[in-house]
Structure formats: structure tokens, C-alpha cells
């Protein structure tokens, strides 16, 4: 399952978003994903079915980016370098493209659950 998360709470209320927004970003840069070319959701991990799932469902295309960008980021991790400026990732490019998919399949999972643990009782 995936992490609890306030953004629709911040997204909600336009003076909280001004207030965040500069400290996202902050937040963003000082982790310097960004600086290596990744996306964020090019840093969650694989660990999980979910996970494993949306990947075998992301658009090949998209697949395709996003080994590049591993291993472009890996290379320069290996080298002790970051990308120059026009290749590292910008923040109106870091957009989710994976988070969609995972939060669409533990959807359907719950329903599944959900389905599976019905009772059906006859009435009299």
C-alpha cells in the first residue's frame, strides 16, 4: 500500500499551497534526484507486486524513459558527476506517471477483497 499523503488536504486550500509549494520545491532540489535526470516516481521501489504490476502496464514508450533514465542517473552516480543543466530534470517534467497506475491497482484489489469477503444470505 502506499504511503499516506496530505496533498489533496494542501491542494484544497489555495494560502496552504502557496505556503508549500516553495518548500516542495526546496525538498526536491535537496534531494538531488532531479540533478541526476529522475523523475520521482523513478525512486520508488520495486519491492512490491503493485509495483512490478504498474510497471508491466506503463505505456512502452514510457518504459523505455525510464530505463534510460536509470541508467543515465546510475552512470553519472558511477562517475561521481551530476548531468549538466540541460539535461537534468525540470520541475514541470517531474510528473507522476506511475503513482496513477499503483493507486489504480490497490483500487482494484480492494475491490477484489472486497467481492471475495461478500456473504450472500437468503432471505425467509
Known sequence: MSAPSLANAISKRPWLMRIMKPISNWYCNAAGYRALGLRADDLIPEESEEVL???????????????FRLRRAFQASLAHQLLPKA???KPEEDIAYLSPIIAEIEAEARERLDLESMTITKKK
Open 53 to 67: 504490476l504498474a510497471l508491466k502496464r506503463l505505456p512502452q514508450q514510457e518504459a523505455y524513459d525510464r530505463v
Open 87 to 89: 539535461q537534468q530534470t
